[in-house]
């Protein structure tokens, strides 16, 4: 089992930047991706990007390409969100994910509500 608990979230201003962390725990060595989702009220839940572990290879929606950065530290148990210049269709409850395809992951945090003001 993998435990992802993240950090982070709050209340943004538009025009600002964010960052969220998501720890690892757990096997870890079982995973081979990770990635960020997001859910806003009334919508489904989206992808946002993932990392792959093994290659640090990054893939972005289309929605938040270019304003967003996915990484891990070195010991690739934790990962990062950087989301630039926030709007308020950001504003959604973000969450972690962990396994071995981007598509269909086997983890997921209790995720950390972002709230952007205008």
């Known amino acids: 089992q993998v435990q992802l608990t993240e950090f982070g979230g709050g209340l943004v201003q538009a025009g600002d930047s964010l960052r969220l962390s998501c720890k690892a725990s757990?096997?870890?060595?079982?995973?081979?991706?990770m990635g960020w989702h997001r859910q806003a009220p009334g919508k489904e839940r989206e992808s946002v990007g993932s990392?792959?572990?093994?290659?640090?290879?990054?893939y972005y929606a289309s929605a938040v390409n270019g304003r967003v950065a996915i990484s891990t530290n070195n010991a690739k148990n934790t990962l990062y969100l950087e989301l630039n210049n926030l709007k308020p269709e950001d504003a959604a409850v973000y969450y972690c994910?962990?396994?071995?395809?981007?598509?269909?992951?086997?983890?997921w945090g209790q995720g950390t509500q972002v709230a952007v003001s205008s």
């Open positions: 757990g096997r870890t060595n079982t995973i081979t991706v």
């Open positions: 990392i792959n572990l093994m290659g640090d290879t990054t």
């Open positions: 994910a962990a396994g071995d395809s981007p598509t269909r992951y086997t983890y």
